[in-house]
């Protein structure tokens, strides 16, 4: 595990400072004089291992895919801003929880304090599609918003690039809307499939959320970013609705 979360863990149940989900900075003033609010969410990223997470994360932080990740080992993040109105700034926490850590004991601590996740699994492994209730499941024990109901899940099919997927959309409709999910998308990272479309869809979920169901009080809900942490901005002033591919998401 990183230095980086390493000091994130040693400090997270100390300093009150790390406990807040939403934290609003100095106010700045955008050009019309007004006050832009800035906002900080924490998201999980979960799912069977190689199922692309990693890939998913680098591709929407940095806009870059590579063939190359190692396996994660515990948990990473990464966090990308988004200007989301001439009003709203927005940064999205997301934690890379790794494959394997289902089965083990930290990821209480990983998930303490989000408020989303996404479940991801790949097209091409079955397997991967029927743990997902596992994991949600699992994330529902263990989170819950200030009204003790779940937090707001995604689906994301991933590698729907690749000639050995499977899309079965009505199929998918139905599982979204009987466990609970806040909707679906089909993705790939590889080929920057649906990875900026999904995280719009909810980030916007996630600022109504946020209007009245953030954990528990936002002075005590923060966490402070490392320096040396990557940080990448983009404007979200486009739609942030699901992609109208009823193959492609579901709400």
């Not at 979960?46 to 895919?65: E, H, L, M, N, Q």
């Not at 940080?231 to 992609?243: L, V």
Request: charged share 25%.
């Amino acid at each position: 595990m990183s230095k980086i979360m390493d000091d994130v863990l040693e400090d997270g149940d100390n300093d009150k400072s790390q406990q807040q989900n939403s934290i609003s900075k100095e106010p700045t003033l955008n050009n019309n004089g007004q006050p832009i609010q800035q906002h900080l969410y924490k998201i999980l990223v979960i799912g069977d291992y190689a199922v692309g997470k990693t890939s998913i994360i680098k591709r929407y932080c940095t806009g870059v895919f590579s063939p190359n990740y190692k396996l994660t080992i515990g948990v990473d993040f990464a966090v990308k801003e988004l200007v989301w109105d001439e009003k709203t700034v927005v940064s999205l926490q997301l934690w890379d929880i790794a494959g394997h850590e289902r089965f083990g004991t930290m990821t209480r601590v990983y998930y303490k304090y989000a408020i989303a996740a996404i479940i991801v699994f790949d097209l091409c492994r079955p397997a991967t599609f029927e743990a997902v209730t596992k994991w949600r499941d699992d994330l529902n024990s263990k989170v819950v918003l200030g009204n003790q109901e779940p937090i707001p899940v995604l689906l994301l099919a991933n590698k729907c690039d690749l000639k050995s997927s499977v899309i079965d959309a009505e199929m998918l409709d139905n599982f979204v809307r009987e466990n609970n999910f806040i909707g679906w998308f089909a993705t790939s990272a590889h080929s920057n499939i649906n990875i900026d479309e999904s995280m719009r869809f909810l980030t916007s979920k996630v600022l109504e959320v946020a209007k009245t169901n953030h954990p528990p009080k936002p002075e005590e809900n923060s966490f402070q970013l490392q320096s040396d942490q990557s940080t990448t901005t983009s404007n979200s002033k486009q739609n942030d609705k699901p992609s109208s591919n009823s193959t492609t998401c579901c709400t």
